[in-house]
């Protein structure tokens, strides 16, 4: 058995409770956007993820997702012999204990499922949920993190994504597309005003994700080292570029930098440097924290176009980050930093594998979402009923309220 690096042990240790944090602050970042009828089911569904989501991982999504890579199938999904985290202790992987790799990727599988509520905020049963996060995992998630990070056929091919970008934001970003759609548009969205409630919280979540995502990115080097370092200076950098280019698109596009822009642009420069924090350098990640402020943003104004209802700007700016940084990869990726090269320096090979990649991921989740919610629906169903969605679905669905005042 290979030895075990305690620096690189506490580390991992560390940014796994970094990236549980993210799940709380996405909870609150949500919460705040939605109305104040709705604020406690909007966290709920992130907290409620947090728990369901960990006890799936240890039964059968870590050994689907981390499994033995070996036979006909295993291209495409792990082996059993992880079932209930079974022979995961006394074990190494890299210079870590297997456990303390097993218990943070648990904490991405966490955050992943609960990404996607923001595009069907206020309107979802929350039983709906709860079936859709649990079977979303097992079907979705797992295996295109087995295909990335796993061992399978996309690592076979050369597919780069060192955080999350296909894993994560592309595959949450596909399904949030199809439940917006699948679900609905809210009463009264287009005809009344629907406001955020609370942006303090909005901003006090934005902030937690901030800080959370360290943990997510530089964590995945799974090491104390300087491509830790380098996905760290990354993700500051991009979040920092991508809040300054939304609030100027902002201001160019409606006359004013608004405090929610400044939040969302700030997320969708973390969302788009995922899969390339290891990879590049500061100055292309100023670069592709820029281009995520401004595409990312016009996304966002997109879906009025298209007309569906992503409440809460799951595809624009996740979905979008996230094909968006994947694809940057093969463009910037220097040497230097993780050791592939791209177009920049000379390198064509990385086009083709982010390319499938990305289209594979984004077409996978899509299909396999509809399917699932088409399930759903025709078993428990998926929206609450009108008077509840009037009402508001704090009370109907968890007999509390968020304020008494």
Known sequence: MAPIDTGDTAFVLLSASLVLFMTPGLALFYGGMVRAKNVLSTIMQSVFAAGVITVVWVLAGYTLAFGSATGPLGGFIGGLEHLGFS????????????????????????????????????????????????????????????????????????????????????????????????????????TSEIAPHNLTMTLLGAGILWFGWFGFNAGSALAANEQAVSAF?????????????????????????????????????????TPASGFVTPLSALLIGTVAGVVCYGAVLLKNRFGYDDSLDVVGVHGVGGVLGSLMIALLAAKSVGGVSGLIEGNTSLVIPQLVGVTVAVAYSLTATWAILKVIDLTVGLRVDEDIEISGLDLAEHAEVGYSL
């Open 233 to 273: 200076i990354a993700t500051h950098v991009a979040a920092a570029a991508g809040m300054l280019a939304w609030l100027a698109a902002e201001r160019y596009h409606s006359g004013r930098a608004t405090t929610l822009g400044a939040a969302t642009g700030a997320v969708a420069g973390l969302a788009t440097v």
């Open 87 to 190: 022979g995961i202790l006394g074990q190494v992987t890299g210079t870590i204990p297997t456990g303390a790799f097993a218990i943070y990727q648990c904490m991405f599988a966490v955050i992943t499922p609960a990404l996607i509520t923001g595009a069907f905020a206020e309107r979802m049963k929350f039983r709906a949920w709860a079936l859709l996060s649990v079977l979303w995992v097992l079907v979705v998630y797992a295996p295109v993190a087995h295909w990335v990070w796993g061992g399978g056929w996309m690592a076979a091919m050369g597919v780069k994504d060192f955080a999350g970008g296909i894993v994560v934001h592309a595959t949450s970003g596909a399904a949030a597309l199809v439940a917006a759609i699948m679900l609905g548009r809210r009463l009264g969205h287009g």
